[in-house]
């Protein structure tokens, strides 16, 4: 019963999110929920110029225990594209590991949805390599610590248009 | 000083050992137990979570009173500074694991006690390990824990007792969760917002110590300490010996040193609880993993659970249902990526995340990713698992597989765990019928 509330929630999301596309909606086993948003990704530099991306494919996946128990920052969220994620909180060893910080349990899956796009548009990053609970890749860490232009990526917000902000990207 | 046999996997055991020949039996009555209570005692298997300033107390005093096996989980090392709240000794005991010198104190004082320890967090233990404990006891005040400890002792129908104390007040408490009654409140149940918030603190990024270890030492003094020890001691022999007085509902006893004042109270369960209040069908199967297969629990499970065949979409009476949801102790990884060349590999195994899962073509070692970990096998990958033996999937002996349709979850318990355990329900599976899938 908990698959199909969120479920709808999510749709519910989809529908009023009109950069994000659902790819796949599978309750079978753990809840996973495959979309894409069209939105500027930090990707590896190329001779020291971040390189960005249009858009983003995330790969979430909820567990029924972590309805009370809470989550490994890391085990909500992935990505699948792009491959080169360059993000403080996203671990190059492991493939597409986005790093959330501190959930609590019963977090819901749409939180985890705007956490992900705000993590990644650099809108809410964690810089402090010393915090157990957050980073994952320290260059990128001492990267935008010397380039804060790029931080955010992106002011808009996951219901507006990104040509809105367009001043900021 | 009595040496464990170290078993690996950070695990340490230490054999009763018989009355040396020749001496008297040493081992007296002891008043206000009742009649024959050392065979009762003889017979336990307590399984201790935390053996801190209040559990390793309580370690050794449950040696002190003769119970049969005890197992005492702790994932820490003293710091320079334990010796002031636990008993540990100064200068030489920082940096030891808990688990195992808590082991060596507990054994040395009643060698006729079989002692297992584990210098790992619970939630990584073999359930095994909690499946043939008579009582799980949690010494220590970690909320994540007690969830844990609460979701499993009731789908193991084990009996939960916790001690904890509040330094600062002078208060040693200890609660009661009689979960081998269905209808018993669970340590979740009377959480509220504020406590649910705070279950996020102990997680780390990196895989390999997801779980962070508590950096805030025990300051709370002795004396409250013991007093917990000795409570929840209390507590364990009266859930256990008949004489006591027995009640269904959970407990809470507190009392305060400072002002000698006690509070009782009762939980009531709470039928908005978040956690499952599931109770395990368990089923030991005989054969080891190496000899038996999803295909053949499937099989039970089918004929058990639901006695009509299922059948798979695509039109063969088929034993994989999209209602039955199957799960090993560890996650199922489907697949990993070489981090070396990128590689898709096929995996098809139990993992946690971060493990080592095979070798890829280009010499580097292949590791569960989190995006190809799951909690249960995908439907998908079912059809491919069942014929494969159950040690190729990572199950190892005495390893638990659990099959869950929509209102039963059945765990199978797999072979003869490596130690203690308890197999007198063990029965065989049902022979496969020709020509299912």
Not at chain 1, 12 to 34: I, M, P, S
Not at chain 2, 345 to 350: K, M
């Given at each position: 019963?908990?698959?199909?509330?969120?479920?709808?929630?999510?749709?519910?999301?989809?529908?009023?999110?009109?950069?994000?596309?659902?790819?796949?909606?599978?309750?079978?086993?753990?809840?996973?929920?495959?979309?894409?948003?069209?939105?500027?990704?930090?990707?590896?530099?190329?001779?020291?110029?971040?390189?960005?991306?249009?858009?983003?494919?995330?790969?979430?996946?909820?567990?029924?225990?972590?309805?009370?128990?809470s989550p490994?920052g890391?085990?909500p969220?992935?990505?699948?594209?792009?491959?080169?994620?360059?993000?403080?909180?996203?671990?190059?060893?492991?493939?597409?590991?986005?790093?959330l910080g501190r959930l609590p349990?019963?977090t819901?899956?749409?939180?985890i949805?705007?956490?992900?796009?705000?993590?990644?548009?650099?809108?809410?990053?964690?810089?402090?390599?010393?915090?157990?609970?957050?980073?994952?890749?320290?260059?990128?860490?001492?990267?935008?610590?010397?380039?804060?232009?790029?931080?955010?990526?992106?002011?808009?917000?996951?219901?507006?248009?990104?040509?809105?902000?367009?001043?900021?990207? | 000083?009595?040496?464990?046999?170290?078993?690996?996997?950070?695990?340490?055991?230490?054999?009763?050992?018989?009355?040396?020949?020749?001496?008297?039996?040493?081992?007296?009555?002891?008043?206000?137990?009742?009649?024959?209570?050392?065979?009762?005692?003889?017979?336990?298997?307590?399984?201790?979570?935390?053996?801190?300033?209040?559990?390793?107390?309580?370690?050794?005093?449950?040696?002190?009173?003769?119970?049969?096996?005890?197992?005492?989980?702790?994932?820490?090392?003293?710091?320079?500074?334990?010796?002031?709240?636990?008993?540990?000794?100064?200068?030489?005991?920082?940096?030891?694991?808990?688990?195992?010198?808590?082991?060596?104190?507990?054994?040395?004082?009643?060698?006729?006690?079989?002692?297992?320890?584990?210098?790992?967090?619970?939630?990584?233990?073999?359930?095994?390990?909690?499946?043939?404990?008579?009582?799980?006891?949690?010494?220590?005040?970690?909320?994540?824990?007690?969830?844990?400890?609460?979701?499993?002792?009731?789908?193991?129908?084990?009996?939960?007792?916790?001690?904890?104390?509040?330094?600062?007040?002078?208060?040693?408490?200890?609660?009661?969760?009689?979960?081998?009654?269905?209808?018993?409140?669970?340590?979740?149940?009377?959480?509220?917002?504020?406590?649910?918030?705070?279950?996020r603190?102990?997680?780390?990024?990196?895989?390999?110590?997801?779980?962070?270890?508590?950096?805030?030492?025990?300051?709370?003094?002795?004396?409250?300490?013991?007093?917990?020890?000795?409570?929840?001691?209390?507590?364990?022999?009266?859930?256990?010996?008949?004489?006591?007085?027995?009640?269904?509902?959970?407990?809470?006893?507190?009392?305060?040193?400072?002002?000698?004042?006690?509070?009782?109270?009762?939980?009531?369960?709470?039928?908005?609880?978040?956690?499952?209040?599931?109770?395990?069908?368990?089923?030991?199967?005989?054969?080891?993993?190496?000899?038996?297969?999803?295909?053949?629990?499937?099989?039970?499970?089918?004929?058990?659970?639901?006695?009509?065949?299922?059948?798979?979409?695509?039109?063969?009476?088929?034993?994989?249902?999209?209602?039955?949801?199957?799960?090993?102790?560890?996650?199922?990884?489907?697949?990993?990526?070489?981090?070396?060349?990128?590689?898709?590999?096929?995996?098809?195994?139990?993992?946690?995340?971060?493990?080592?899962?095979?070798?890829?073509?280009?010499?580097?070692?292949?590791?569960?990713?989190?995006?190809?970990?799951?909690?249960?096998?995908?439907?998908?990958?079912?059809?491919?698992?069942?014929?494969?033996?159950?040690?190729?999937?990572?199950?190892?002996?005495?390893?638990?597989?659990?099959?869950?349709?929509?209102?039963?979850?059945?765990?199978?318990?797999?072979?003869?765990?490596?130690?203690?355990?308890?197999?007198?329900?063990?029965?065989?599976?049902?022979?496969?019928?020709?020509?299912?899938?």
């Amino acid at each position: 019963m908990w698959k199909l509330r969120e479920a709808e929630d999510l749709m519910a999301l989809a529908e009023k999110a009109a950069r994000l596309t659902v790819l796949e909606l599978d309750l079978q086993g753990d809840l996973t929920f495959v979309y894409r948003i069209h939105m500027p990704v930090p990707r590896t530099p190329v001779n020291g110029q971040l390189q960005i991306g249009r858009e983003a494919v995330f790969h979430l996946v909820y567990q029924e225990s972590w309805l009370w128990e809470s989550p490994a920052g890391w085990g909500p969220l992935g990505l699948l594209f792009p491959p080169d994620p360059y993000h403080p909180e996203a671990k190059p060893a492991l493939r597409g590991a986005l790093c959330l910080g501190r959930l609590p349990p019963g977090t819901r899956p749409r939180e985890i949805v705007l956490l992900g796009y705000y993590m990644l548009s650099l809108q809410a990053i964690q810089l402090n390599e010393l915090d157990p609970s957050g980073v994952l890749n320290m260059s990128a860490c001492d990267y935008f610590r010397a380039h804060p232009e790029f931080v955010p990526l992106t002011r808009a917000g996951l219901f507006e248009d990104l040509e809105s902000r367009k001043e900021t990207s | 000083m009595g040496s464990g046999h170290d078993l690996g996997k950070n695990c340490c055991l230490w054999q009763a050992e018989p009355q040396p020949a020749g001496t008297s039996d040493d081992f007296v009555p002891l008043k206000g137990l009742g009649p024959a209570p050392a065979d009762i005692l003889r017979s336990l298997v307590v399984v201790v979570i935390g053996l801190g300033a209040v559990g390793a107390r309580l370690f050794v005093q449950l040696a002190r009173l003769g119970i049969g096996t005890l197992v005492g989980i702790d994932p820490d090392d003293y710091g320079p500074e334990s010796w002031q709240t636990q008993p540990a000794r100064r200068w030489t005991d920082a940096g030891a694991s808990k688990a195992r010198r808590q082991g060596e104190i507990a054994h040395d004082a009643n060698p006729g006690t079989t002692v297992l320890t584990f210098h790992a967090f619970a939630q990584d233990v073999p359930l095994w390990v909690f499946r043939a404990a008579d009582v799980v006891v949690a010494a220590g005040d970690n909320l994540e824990l007690m969830v844990w400890a609460g979701v499993s002792a009731a789908a193991l129908g084990k009996p939960l007792l916790q001690g904890a104390v509040f330094g600062e007040q002078w208060l040693a408490l200890v609660r009661k969760y009689p979960l081998e009654h269905p209808a018993a409140a669970c340590p979740a149940c009377a959480l509220g917002t504020r406590e649910w918030s705070l279950l996020r603190e102990r997680h780390g990024c990196d895989p390999q110590t997801a779980r962070v270890q508590g950096i805030e030492p025990t300051r709370t003094l002795p004396p409250v300490c013991s007093l917990a020890a000795s409570l929840l001691a209390g507590e364990l022999l009266r859930a256990v010996l008949p004489a006591a007085s027995q009640g269904t509902d959970a407990e809470e006893l507190d009392y305060c040193l400072l002002t000698h004042r006690i509070w009782q109270t009762k939980y009531a369960r709470n039928w908005q609880c978040r956690c499952p209040h599931e109770r395990w069908r368990q089923i030991d199967v005989a054969g080891p993993p190496s000899e038996t297969t999803l295909e053949m629990l499937l099989m039970d499970a089918t004929y058990d659970i639901k006695p009509r065949p299922l059948v798979a979409p695509n039109g063969p009476t088929s034993l994989v249902s999209p209602t039955v949801q199957i799960r090993g102790e560890t996650p199922f990884a489907s697949f990993t990526i070489c981090s070396h060349c990128g590689m898709e590999v096929a995996v098809r195994r139990f993992a946690k995340v971060g493990d080592s899962v095979g070798q890829c073509g280009c010499g580097e070692t292949l590791r569960a990713i989190p995006m190809a970990t799951r909690s249960v096998i995908p439907s998908h990958e079912i059809r491919h698992c069942l014929g494969i033996p159950l040690s190729e999937l990572g199950v190892p002996a005495g390893g638990a597989i659990g099959v869950a349709t929509e209102d039963l979850s059945t765990y199978y318990f797999i072979g003869q765990p490596p130690l203690v355990c308890d197999f007198r329900k063990s029965r065989p599976l049902p022979v496969k019928p020709a020509g299912v899938v």
